[in-house]
């Protein structure tokens, strides 16, 4: 099945055989020959070739040259087409028992294809460059790109589109993701197409032997666990430090905390991985849209990381060395903090339904998440 025109699903190539009938007239029945040949193929493929005579003095004899190599003494013959790219005759004479021949001919074309081109394309952007080169370059011939799912079917539309297909050099727009399988929790990230060109050489139909294999990925990062993350939004945190003064006491320094200084809460904003080119950055970017609305909006997370609980637990300490006062203020800072984070982690399944909620109704209905 193809669509329009880049897709195609590889088969055995069916030649156009070239046809060519030769006549010697006489007594008998005029003789004739015919040859039946492709008029190309791949290197390290076989050709089949074939000659059929009628009419004459019958008893007939063979005799193939290919590449002015003698070859079989049959009706049909067999090529394996060697690793030297050429334009060869093939010929075969066809002598009936009075001594009368004819020897058809054809020009047969010995073709290499070499395809090369990227491994992996990020979702979203152009592809860098394919390219195909075809030997004997002296040879007429019309080029076509053309692309497959190694997989078979897939979800979410899958398709190439190719910049110039029909150059010997060309990219893809913008790659498309799909899913395989065809399933919006479970498809991967990644995707694979094959690419192939389509050399058409005097009639007949030729691909290089390997599709390349061409990965499509959506972009996105992973979390401790190697598990997919496809956006963030950072928790906040306490950042800054409080004002810091010092007194004598009995000829002592001691040094205190004397007020809120420039303790904040430091809110940060969202990473998004997809490409913003891409069908999933607009999805994955109003998830993390929602989660910064709730940590910075919403009850109990604006609550956290806030630098008026931090000067409370501070507000009390005293040194007679002011290292050992900024050290016991940054503890208390860095025990806030993590406190504030465990209650966000353990918070989890009350803030991530709602900002599901909003990328699950998003398109593409992939790459998405029901666990809370």
């Known amino acids: 099945m193809y669509r329009h025109h880049h897709y195609f699903i590889p088969t055995c190539v069916l030649f156009l055989f070239a046809l060519q009938s030769y006549i010697v007239q006489g007594n008998n029945e005029p003789f004739t020959v015919t040859l039946y040949a492709p008029l190309a193929g791949l290197l390290g493929t076989t050709a089949q070739f074939s000659v059929s005579p009628s009419g004459g003095a019958g008893g007939y004899t063979y005799q193939w040259t290919i590449a002015d190599v003698d070859q079989g003494i049959t009706a049909n013959q067999s090529y394996l087409v060697p690793n030297t790219p050429a334009e060869v005759t093939v010929k075969c004479k066809v002598t009936d028992k009075n001594g009368s021949s004819l020897t058809p001919q054809i020009k047969f074309w ?11 394309t990020t979702e979203g952007l152009d592809s860098s460059e394919f390219s195909i080169e075809v030997e004997p370059t002296s040879m007429s011939k019309s080029l076509e790109w053309q692309w497959r799912l190694p997989q078979g079917g897939g979800g979410n539309n899958p398709d190439v589109e190719f910049e110039d297909e029909n150059n010997e050099a060309t990219t893809v727009e913008n790659a498309h993701w799909y899913a395989q ?14 690419i192939n060109c ?17 990965e499509v990925e959506v972009g996105h ?20 430090e409080p004002a ?22 430091m809110n940060f904003g969202c990473a998004v991985y997809p490409e913003s080119t891409g ?44 290292p050992v006062l900024t050290s016991s203020i940054g503890y208390e800072m860095n025990t806030y903090n993590e406190e504030c984070r465990l ?3 353990s918070t ?25």
Request: proline share 6%; glycine share 6%.
């Open 110 to 120: 010995q073709v290499k294809i070499t395809l090369d081109g990227p491994d992996k």
């Open 181 to 194: 399988p065809d399933n919006r929790l479970t498809a991967p990230v990644e995707c694979f197409y094959g």
């Open 198 to 214: 389509k050399v058409t050489v005097s009639g007949e139909e030729l691909y290089a032997p390997n599709d390349k294999n061409w």
């Open 221 to 240: 990062d992973h979390d401790i666990n190697n598990n997919v993350v496809l956006g963030k939004t950072l928790f906040p945190k306490v950042t800054g």
């Open 244 to 265: 810091i003064s010092y007194r004598d006491e009995g000829g002592l320094t001691i040094y205190y905390v004397s007020g809120i200084g420039t303790l904040t809460r």
């Open 279 to 322: 069908q999933f950055h607009e999805k994955f970017q109003k998830h993390e849209q929602k989660h910064y609305h709730q940590f910075t909006e919403e009850s109990p997370w604006k609550d956290k990381y806030a630098p008026l609980v931090l000067y409370n637990r501070v507000k009390d300490l005293t040194s007679t060395s002011l």
């Open 343 to 345: 209650f966000m982690v």
């Open 348 to 372: 989890a399944f009350l803030y991530e339904p709602p900002a599901y909620a909003i990328s699950n109704a998003e398109q593409p209905d992939y790459l998405e998440n029901d666990s809370y």
